[in-house]
């Protein structure tokens, strides 16, 4: 049995802290998601411009013969004046049936304004990034949209999105909303989604509504093409590079405003092994970006943007280091490798954290049509032993890339989720 029971008492006074703080915030971001959830069901978007600005549609494709075809045929369904719309497809350095596939559809329809931006090894090759800045590049639009290549967006998705921009000059991009097209597939696709919807309704809607603070997610969202000039296009060296371009917009002095009612579908991970892939480069990507731009947490200038700052780094590097050491601490107690003197409310603390974790993720199925019941509310009692638990494995998986990397000097590279 180890004699070093203060060290213990007060590693597990940190866990219990760090992780109470870090669910309050998420309660407060809550409130928040929910407050802009009753702003929206007072919204019409339907209304028309007088005038519609040029849009070019981004989708960066590699290797995606199973998906492209329904992906561009939902966006040449897009409900958006023809003539003020170009979709540019960038199959980048693909060695499938990609580039035939969109051939194809070009043929079938001479009247939409298709292009496809065709690279190699040489002129392509480098990751989303590098194929974003091949198709901003090549088009023409006033704004540029992008849709990842397993996307289907709605008919009214983009207008939506446009009509917010639209209407607040100080917004230099705007997001739409992400939903799991398969997420009936297996018990992994459904935590996905409970997952998804929880981290939008609350992170996403709660930080725009409370700090008017918002993250390019990847997908469904369109930017003001002059400010992507204005800053040189796409990180190439980052993974993440949706959040990358977020704090460049922020230091520019623009907003990133949060449309949940632009909707677009896409294709999750239905096996762990994808899953963990996806997540860890995920991680991995996010911790560049908040390294690359730690220096403004202490600059006046950007003070706007501190809060995200340590969001973000909490969830990285405070909750993750809690949340695994409460663990290790708990089992070995249980194992009387180890006591403690603080034990006594140890249950009692877990069962609340427990029991607001469910609280708050039933807040954000309730604002999701069809979401909100006994089944989906059993699935987050189950993922918070499930779930997050594989969750802290990806994140400690994705932060040790991120040090390899670095120390490596690894460039960045196309790390495609496997379509199913």
């Given at each position: 049995?180890?004699?070093?029971?203060?060290?213990?008492?007060?590693?597990?006074?940190?866990?219990?802290?760090?992780?109470?703080?870090?669910?309050?915030?998420?309660?407060?971001?809550?409130?928040?998601?929910?407050?802009?959830?009753?702003?929206?069901?007072?919204?019409?978007?339907?209304?028309?411009?007088?005038?519609?600005?040029?849009?070019?549609?981004?989708?960066?494709?590699?290797?995606?013969?199973?998906?492209?075809?329904?992906?561009?045929?939902?966006?040449?369904?897009?409900?958006?004046?023809?003539?003020?719309?170009?979709?540019?497809v960038i199959n980048d350095n693909s060695s499938d049936r990609t580039g035939?596939?969109?051939?194809?559809?070009?043929?079938?329809?001479?009247?939409?304004?298709?292009?496809?931006?065709?690279?190699?090894?040489?002129?392509?090759?480098?990751?989303?990034?590098?194929?974003?800045?091949?198709?901003?590049?090549?088009?023409?639009?006033?704004?540029?949209?992008?849709?990842?290549?397993?996307?289907?967006?709605?008919?009214?998705?983009?207008?939506?999105?446009?009509?917010?921009?639209?209407?607040?000059?100080?917004?230099?991009?705007?997001?739409?909303?992400?939903?799991?097209?398969?997420?009936?597939?297996?018990?992994?696709?459904?935590?996905?989604?409970?997952?998804?919807?929880?981290?939008?309704?609350?992170?996403?809607?709660?930080?725009?509504?409370?700090?008017?603070?918002?993250?390019?997610?990847?997908?469904?969202?369109?930017?003001?093409?002059?400010?992507?000039?204005?800053?040189?296009?796409?990180?190439?060296?980052?993974?993440?590079?949706?959040?990358?371009?977020?704090?460049?917009?922020?230091?520019?002095?623009?907003?990133?405003?949060?449309?949940?009612?632009?909707?677009?579908?896409?294709?999750?991970?239905?096996?762990?092994?994808?899953?963990?892939?996806?997540?860890?480069?995920?991680?991995?990507?996010?911790?560049?970006?908040?390294?690359?731009?730690?220096?403004?947490?202490?600059?006046?200038?950007?003070?706007?943007?501190?809060?995200?700052?340590?969001?973000?780094?909490?969830?990285?590097?405070?909750?993750?280091?809690?949340?695994?050491?409460?663990?290790?601490?708990?089992?070995?107690?249980?194992?009387?490798?180890?006591?403690?003197?603080?034990?006594?409310?140890?249950?009692?603390?877990?069962?609340?954290?427990?029991?607001?974790?469910?609280?708050?993720?039933?807040?954000?199925?309730?604002?999701?049509?069809?979401?909100?019941?006994?089944?989906?509310?059993?699935?987050?009692?189950?993922?918070?032993?499930?779930?997050?638990?594989?969750?802290?494995?990806?994140?400690?998986?994705?932060?040790?890339?991120?040090?390899?990397?670095?120390?490596?000097?690894?460039?960045?590279?196309?790390?495609?989720?496997?379509?199913?």
């Amino acid at each position: 049995m180890s004699n070093g029971l203060g060290f213990v008492d007060y590693l597990f006074l940190y866990c219990m802290i760090s992780i109470w703080v870090m669910l309050f915030v998420n309660i407060v971001l809550m409130i928040g998601g929910y407050l802009y959830y009753l702003k929206t069901l007072k919204m019409n978007l339907d209304e028309p411009l007088q005038e519609y600005p040029t849009v070019s549609v981004l989708v960066p494709a590699h290797n995606e013969e199973v998906v492209i075809g329904q992906t561009v045929n939902a966006l040449i369904a897009l409900d958006y004046p023809r003539d003020k719309l170009e979709i540019i497809v960038i199959n980048d350095n693909s060695s499938d049936r990609t580039g035939e596939i969109l051939a194809e559809i070009q043929h079938k329809n001479p009247g939409v304004n298709l292009i496809v931006l065709t690279t190699d090894k040489i002129t392509g090759g480098k990751g989303k990034s590098g194929a974003l800045n091949n198709g901003y590049l090549r088009s023409t639009g006033e704004l540029l949209a992008v849709y990842d290549a397993d996307n289907t967006p709605e008919r009214n998705a983009l207008k939506y999105l446009v009509h917010t921009l639209s209407r607040d000059d100080k917004l230099g991009a705007v997001i739409g909303k992400f939903r799991t097209r398969n997420k009936t597939k297996n018990m992994l696709t459904k935590f996905i989604n409970i997952e998804t919807l929880g981290f939008q309704w609350m992170v996403q809607a709660g930080r725009w509504q409370l700090f008017n603070l918002c993250t390019i997610p990847g997908t469904n969202f369109i930017v003001r093409k002059k400010l992507i000039e204005e800053m040189g296009g796409w990180d190439t060296k980052a993974i993440a590079e949706d959040t990358e371009i977020s704090f460049r917009l922020y230091r520019l002095g623009y907003k990133i405003q949060y449309m949940p009612l632009s909707v677009t579908w896409e294709q999750e991970p239905e096996t762990v092994k994808v899953w963990m892939k996806q997540r860890s480069r995920w991680v991995k990507g996010n911790v560049y970006v908040l390294v690359k731009n730690f220096k403004l947490m202490f600059s006046k200038e950007f003070r706007h943007v501190r809060f995200d700052l340590l969001y973000f780094s909490s969830v990285y590097f405070l909750f993750l280091s809690s949340a695994i050491i409460s663990d290790v601490i708990f089992i070995l107690g249980a194992c009387n490798l180890i006591t403690y003197n603080i034990a006594g409310n140890t249950v009692l603390l877990w069962i609340l954290a427990y029991l607001v974790f469910v609280l708050e993720m039933a807040i954000a199925l309730s604002m999701e049509k069809g979401e909100s019941n006994a089944k989906n509310i059993g699935l987050v009692a189950l993922m918070y032993f499930t779930y997050c638990q594989m969750w802290l494995i990806v994140a400690l998986k994705g932060v040790w890339q991120y040090i390899k990397d670095s120390v490596l000097g690894l460039e960045a590279k196309w790390y495609k989720t496997e379509r199913f």
